[in-house]
């Protein structure tokens, strides 16, 4: 879904003659600390099928770091723009702000678009069950109705800290 979003906010951005980009984090080798595929911005019709070709690729493993890869990512000219990141923000919130403020210094504006399935939002069912990370294939059994109080109050509480983390950088 999050690549979906991404394919159309570049097309949008191909219908008004903007460069767009392309950056995707993943399970790098250490040197490249995240950042799993790089296109420079273009705007040629070429240079949009290949950022389309990209994001119809299907995702390798998700577990790099999101602010360790949005460093690495700053590092690579140029230095003003905007940059969208869809993802669910599993991530170290202060060390994140710490990454969205470096990006703000290099004049890059941060659009974050956060991707969750319904399961997580509610953690809905009546039964209990296995969960199973669809980024790291751990696998977790659960009551859900026992722990839904607790998970949703956690959870909310960190959603509210993202958000207040987004706005502040």
């Known amino acids: 879904f999050a690549r979906t979003v991404l ?4 097309m949008l951005a191909r219908r008004q ?3 767009v980009g392309l950056a995707l ?3 790098t080798e250490p040197a490249d ?3 799993l595929d790089f296109v420079r911005p273009g705007s040629s019709v070429g240079h949009h099928h290949t950022v389309f070709s990209r994001l119809d690729t299907p995702p390798a493993a998700r577990t790099a ?3 360790e890869a949005l460093r690495r990512l700053a590092s690579v000219p140029p ?3 905007a940059a969208i990141l869809a993802s669910d923000f599993y991530t170290d919130l202060a060390e994140f702000g710490r990454v969205l403020a470096l990006l703000r210094s290099q004049r890059l ?3 974050a678009l956060q991707v969750l399935d319904p399961m997580e939002i509610a953690l809905g069912g009546t039964v209990a069950g296995r969960f199973v990370d669809l980024e790291d294939g751990s696998r977790l059994s659960l009551n859900a109705p026992a722990v839904r109080a607790g998970y949703l109050q956690r959870f909310t509480a960190w959603r509210r800290q993202l958000l207040e983390c ?3 950088h």
Not at 7 to 10: I, S
């Open 7 to 10: 394919a159309a906010v570049a």
């Open 65 to 67: 770091s999101i602010p």
């Open 17 to 19: 003659n903007d460069a």
């Open 109 to 111: 504006e941060f659009v």
């Open 79 to 81: 230095r003003r723009g």
């Open 25 to 27: 984090l993943g399970d």
């Open 33 to 35: 600390a995240g950042l």
């Open 166 to 168: 987004c706005r502040e």
